[in-house]
């Protein structure tokens, strides 16, 4: 058990909706990040966020947002939602001092 | 060209070989991840390093800065060893994670 938390597990929904997936860092951590896990283009870095400000962003859609509360649990938005955002969406946690990341169990995003 | 790349893709093992698993990189990184993905998805993290060698258990990794290269070894292989590896390296320029598509390991008994 990493200590980081996500939720829902598991998320089916159709195309043209919206979902929010949720994502509580280890106790301590003040950075968190968005991974996206799909079929034909691997892992792939979304965003992070430390400290409720966003720090750095890869390949995120313009369709996606994210924040950070001042509880520090982040939430990702996917909206117009499309077949091919059916993926595992990870959100990891680190600490200030050091990079290693802790990773959540995942949410399995089905877009039907 | 992908800037992470790892082989084997696939890897097949009777329990107790010993495993290599390669990772080369064409970017200036600060530190690279060698991170193990179980058939039910969950990702742990395994190893970060940033210079020389790290062991834990019956894993071993090594990075060679100079030539962007780095092994991940499994001795005495085991079934529960049965995973995707992946390695990823956080870029120095763009403090980001890139990683590689993965190594399929299947230990048999």
């Known amino acids: 058990d990493s200590g980081v938390t996500q939720t829902p597990k598991h998320l089916i929904t159709a195309t043209g909706q919206r979902v929010t997936l949720r994502c509580s860092p280890r106790s301590g951590d003040l950075s968190v990040y968005w991974y996206q896990q799909s079929l034909d283009q691997g892992l792939q870095f979304l965003i992070q966020y430390y400290n409720g400000e966003e720090r750095a962003k890869g390949n995120i859609l313009e369709r996606f947002s994210a924040q950070q509360f001042p509880d520090l649990h982040s939430e990702l938005n996917l909206s117009s939602l499309e077949l091919g955002d059916s993926a595992l969406y990870f959100c990891?946690?680190?600490?200030?001092?050091?990079?290693?990341?802790?990773f959540g169990p995942g949410t399995r995003l089905t877009v039907l | 060209k992908n800037e992470v790349e790892q082989s084997p893709q696939n890897l097949t093992a009777q329990e107790g070989e010993f495993i290599t698993i390669n990772c080369s990189y064409s970017?200036?990184?600060?530190?690279l991840h060698w991170l193990q993905q179980h058939p039910g998805g969950g990702i742990v993290s395994l190893f970060m390093l940033s210079s020389g060698k790290k062991k834990h258990g019956r894993l071993i990794a090594t990075i060679n800065i100079q030539e962007k290269h780095s092994s991940l070894h499994i001795t005495a292989s085991h079934p529960r060893d049965s995973a995707v590896y992946i390695c990823?390296?956080?870029?120095?320029?763009?403090?980001?994670?890139?990683f590689g598509t993965g190594t399929r390991l299947q230990v048999f008994p």
């Open positions: 990891a946690s680190s600490g200030w001092y050091t990079d290693t990341q802790y």
């Open positions: 970017v200036g990184i600060s530190a």
């Open positions: 990823a390296v956080l870029s120095y320029n763009t403090d980001k994670l890139i």
